[in-house]
């Protein structure tokens, strides 16, 4: 007779210990794709298995000084590009599956620019399966014997699940299987030849310490957030002839079964935990079903063709696992008909759509605006982050803009407590893709800051561990008690023969009371002695159980001792983690201070330089006027020197001849006085008077030797350079005394770039008229540089004028109206004609030195 059903057991409470307060960081992960072509330029380098660093292609300036500056940045591990897929899984999707075997939820993330392996490293390729194959296929080995019965478990529309017996679901599976649904897949179909290869998995994976005497059911769903709504992608829309049917180009169709389907709403179960409202679960019973549920989905999913990739994904694709575990009876036969026992884990996959610039993939119409909507959505997920890490780090509690994004609002949970986060950041070393990869690498810098609180191990049912093989083999323990009796009856004394064969036989019965009687005292005293043993046995009993109680009581002092001491050791290392984010906070604060304060001093020193060069071009500039002006200054004071000495020696001259004269009518005068009267005086004749003043004033002429001129060449300041002399054709040949020459020059008619790569100056000789109608000749100087193209330009640094002028040109007067002479006569002339044709006169005996004097002799007016 089966033994009634008892009643469960209550759930022991959950202690509120110090786990519900630890934290894990959101763990970031890095895979690094392979090159499609070899000679690519790469810009992604692996450092370490922690580390990546970036180099700036060739071309890139990252900063106003033209440096080339190389980031590195770390993450909890880095996969580089020879990294399998076995070897990505074990360390970033292993852990996830197991949670969700033992009762707790998992995120994960594929994030990284369009054609960075996102979707390789999610769904695979044929002959090497992704992270989603493997991850079912882990998972249905380790629970392919504790599978319930199709339909035990039943959803509904609360984010929850629903129990039958066996024989509901028995109706239920005949119902079903009498009118087919496309949606269950049939474990008996033969496995589709184009995703074989994927799931064909070589490595056997298996969970450990999996819970025996449960029962699991395992559900998937495939949903895709397109434009920011949500999408079933395993809804089965009928055909309705009277609704418009549209493409996915947003044109008409006609004579199809294509109906465009509803987006879903996001809601909030009783738990608080969001989830898609309608959306079909289809529950699985292999990793052939849930990957061909996966397929079919699949195959709904929207792509692309754009720029950058072939096949791009126009949204982000979330595949749902949902583990539903029940725990069985107490004889372990059934499922324990009680919701609350159910405990529901689930692990979603998310292969997010690559980040793109709109410039880059020539997005248009449709395409900019689901790369628009791409963008907003991923920076929303990176506004949340950033929220989320401020909060964390410095105790503020802004609130974080869940709801900006379906994507975000429907994982918010996950970043509430609710389960493990991780993100696989996939980069395309390629150099033109060096600022998106930057971009995400900055994106993942902040991810791996945030902290997600660590779930809380499922509770314990309370129903005695084992039941499930224990009672699985009832018949064992009969059999037991069967060997136990035969061994008993083996110890007591043989009975005698009890056959009579005749009436008046008195021996036999008396053998046989015998036989009896001794049976039945051993058998008391079997029964004394097992009295005996199990009061004994009683006593060990209770003494054990006193000993293990004082040491229970013991134990627990100890232990309340060590959680004392733990909190407090834990307060602790939160307060020092504290103190240490504030510290790298400002050390953060202090080396950006210190940035900006040397790109400050570098700006300074560039400024003062270039001060210093003014400066210098100044004071070189004053040193050069300077010098010009004191040549102009002796100039002008020679010539006025020489002017005044000739003034000074012309008037010496009148007035020693004006004494002369006076000294010559003295002498006639006393000779006119002191001759006597009687004597009649003689008068000189006119003549004799004219030779005699003509010999006192007339002197030789002395004609100077002037050595033969000979022709002067003027050197140049700068002859120790090499110089190119461009004289152009057009120039006149000028035939004067100072000529310019520079040694070591070449000479050109047309300036070239062969002439000015040999030589570090420039000299240009050009000829104009100047305002008195003379040839001026300019000598135009610069230094030649190289320029970064590897051609030369000149920089023009002085300008050497040179001008012809005729001493037999034009007459010029000093005045308009020259002053009439006291003597009467008119005044000199000062044009150069009258001043070179001038007289030599030296008079004996005369002050002016052994110099020679020039003055003009007056020109008498015509009447």
């Avoid at 022991?12 to 110090?18: D, E, H, R």
Wanted: proline letters at 6%.
């Amino acid at each position: 007779m089966k033994p009634a059903r008892t009643k469960t057991p209550r759930k022991p409470p959950v202690k509120k210990g110090s786990q519900t307060s630890l934290k894990d960081p959101v763990g970031v992960y890095c895979r690094v794709r392979p090159l499609s072509l070899p000679e690519q330029e790469c810009c992604i380098e692996v450092i370490s298995n922690t580390t990546v660093q970036l180099h700036p292609p060739e071309g890139y300036r990252l900063n106003r000084n033209g440096d080339y500056k190389e980031t590195q940045y770390s993450f909890k591990q880095v996969f580089g590009t020879h990294t399998t897929q076995k070897e990505l899984f074990d360390v970033v999707a292993n852990p996830l599956v197991d949670d969700l075997i033992h009762g707790k939820n998992g995120l994960l993330f594929t994030y990284g620019v369009t054609g960075s392996g996102k979707t390789h490293t999610m769904t695979g390729s044929p002959g090497e399966g992704g992270l989603l194959p493997r991850c079912l296929d882990m998972l249905f080995n380790s629970i392919g014997s504790f599978q319930a019965k199709r339909y035990v478990f039943k959803s509904n529309d609360r984010n929850s699940m629903d129990i039958q017996c066996e024989v509901d679901a028995l109706l239920e599976r005949q119902k079903r299987e009498a009118t087919p649904n496309p949606k269950t897949p049939s474990g008996k179909r033969q496995v589709d030849p184009e995703f074989a290869d994927m799931i064909n998995v070589q490595e056997f994976c298996k969970a450990e310490e999996v819970d025996e005497d449960s029962v699991y059911g395992v559900f998937v769903s495939y949903i895709e957030i397109y434009n920011n709504y949500i999408y079933d992608l395993l809804e089965e829309v009928p055909f309705d002839p009277i609704k418009p049917k549209w493409n996915s180009c947003s044109a008409p169709m006609r004579n199809t079964d294509f109906v465009p389907p509803q987006s879903k709403l996001l809601r909030e179960d009783k738990n608080h935990n969001m989830y898609v409202a309608g959306c079909t679960e289809v529950e699985v019973k292999s990793t052939e079903e849930a990957f061909e549920v996966f397929w079919r989905g699949q195959k709904k999913r929207r792509i692309a063709n754009t720029h950058l990739n072939r096949e791009s994904s126009r949204s982000h694709s979330v595949f749902n696992i949902k583990l539903v575990q029940a725990p069985l009876d107490a004889d372990g036969d059934n499922v324990l008909q009680e919701k609350e026992q159910i405990t529901i884990s689930q692990l979603s996959l998310v292969d997010l759509a690559g980040s793109e610039r709109t410039n880059r993939t020539k997005a248009e119409g449709n395409r900019l605006r689901e790369a628009g909507n791409i963008n907003q959505s991923l920076m929303t997920l990176r506004t949340c982050m950033e929220v989320l890490r401020e909060n964390q780090t410095y105790g503020t509690n802004k609130m974080v803009p869940y709801r900006d994004s379906k994507l975000t609002h429907l994982f918010k949970n996950y970043f509430d407590g609710e389960g493990k986060v991780r993100l696989i950041v996939c980069v395309n070393p390629k150099a033109e893709d060096y600022e998106e990869s930057l971009q995400v690498m900055r994106f993942a810098e902040v991810t791996q800051e945030v902290e997600v609180a660590r779930p809380t191990d499922k509770a314990i049912c309370g129903l005695t561990p084992g039941r499930r093989y224990r009672n699985q083999a009832r018949g064992g323990p009969v059999g037991d008690e069967l060997l136990v009796s035969e061994v008993v009856l083996q110890s007591f004394p043989p009975l005698p023969s009890c056959e009579i064969l005749d009436i008046s036989d008195e021996q036999t019965l008396p053998r046989l009371v015998e036989a009896l009687e001794k049976r039945h005292h051993l058998r008391q005293m079997m029964i004394d002695e097992f009295h005996k043993q199990s009061i004994t046995f009683k006593a060990l009993l209770q003494e054990f159980d006193n000993a293990v109680l004082s040491k229970e009581n013991y134990i627990q002092g100890k232990l309340s001792e060590k959680q004392k001491v733990i909190s407090g050791q834990k307060s602790e290392i939160e307060r020092l983690e504290k103190k240490n984010k504030t510290l790298e906070y400002k050390v953060e604060i202090l080396e950006k201070t210190t940035t900006i304060y040397e790109e400050d001093k570098r700006n300074l020193q560039q400024e003062l330089e270039t001060q210093n060069q003014k400066l210098q071009q100044q004071f070189s500039d004053k040193r050069r006027l300077e010098a010009r002006l004191q040549g102009m200054v002796t100039e002008t004071t020679m010539k006025w020197e020489k002017e005044c000495e000739r003034r000074v020696a012309a008037k010496q001259l009148e007035m020693q001849n004006k004494l002369w004269v006076k000294d010559e009518k003295l002498k006639q005068l006393k000779a006119i006085v002191t001759e006597p009267k009687t004597e009649r005086p003689e008068r000189p004749s006119r003549e004799r008077d004219r030779e005699k003043a003509t010999q006192r004033s007339v002197s030789p002429s002395p004609v100077p030797n002037v050595p033969p001129v000979r022709l002067r060449h003027r050197r140049s300041r700068s002859a120790g350079d090499r110089w190119v002399a461009h004289k152009p054709a057009s120039n006149l040949q000028t035939e004067t005394v100072m000529q310019p020459q520079v040694p070591h020059a070449i000479t050109v008619s047309v300036a070239n770039e062969k002439a000015l790569a040999k030589c570090e100056k420039y000299m240009l000789t050009h000829q104009e008229l100047a305002s008195d109608g003379e040839i001026e000749t300019k000598l135009i100087k610069g230094d030649v540089y190289k320029t970064r193209g590897g051609g030369q330009s000149v920089q023009f640094t002085e300008i050497e004028t040179l001008k012809q002028e005729s001493p037999t040109g034009r007459k010029r007067r000093s005045s308009t109206i020259a002053p009439a002479q006291p003597d009467g006569t008119e005044s000199e002339w000062t044009d150069v004609e009258t001043r070179c044709s001038v007289a030599v006169e030296m008079r004996a005996g005369s002050q002016l030195g052994p110099g020679y004097q020039h003055h003009a002799q007056p020109k008498r007016k015509k009447p």
